[in-house]
């Protein structure tokens, strides 16, 4: 693995041809988890999937979108148009660099952006490969299931806490937690901030999280990516109609 924080000549020598650029965000999450734990989950996942896939791990982005987040303090949203432009600029630079495949590692699920900018940078660049890792769309697999006592997850939940336990214990507050499931689906989110919903700008059950929890669900999430990526990787290989 080589990372940002080699050289640029060893950055040279190893030439990458996939990177991984890890997304977090900088948002509330209730009274019981940092502002940072979208950037931490985002992190710790793209870092060991870079390790177990010989990739170039690029620095993690600590903003995105998060609007459903605005009236608490510490949140700080892009707009969508700024996160489509940063995304494009990183893969025009990774692409002058040899770079073939770029891995988009999303840790926060309110990056909408994302959809159309993958969609346009392929349709745009045949030769190169942007694949898009949306951790929430891991959460109804039958691995996390097995794990995670409460089915809905969202914010600052049993999930996202679990992890937080495990990667950074001392910024958790357990004595604030506060458990909310609203009575609504997620789409209520496009209408207004989370607190309509959930006055403690919490979506799930954080109360059942635990450190053992934490380790467990890091572990699918690392192997679930690996897994996603080399299958968009492969099927799109032995499909390949713009060389035929
Ligand atoms: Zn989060």
Redo the contacts with the bound molecule.
Sequence with gaps: MISYQNTAKEIREKKPTIAILPIG?T?Q?GAHLPTS??TV?SSKIAEEVAKRMDAYLLPTLPYSTCREHDGKMGSFSLKSQTLYCVIEDIFEAAKRQGIKTLVIML???GIFISNPVVRELNANNPDMQVIKVDLVQFFTSNELNDILECKNNL??CEY?TSLMYQFDEEHVHPEEIVDCVPDVPRDYLNYAPIFRYSPAGVWGMPSLASKEKGAKIFEVMVQKSIDYINDVLKINRERDFYHE
């Design positions: 965000s948002e999450h734990t979208d989950i840790g926060h699920g914010h600052a996202e």
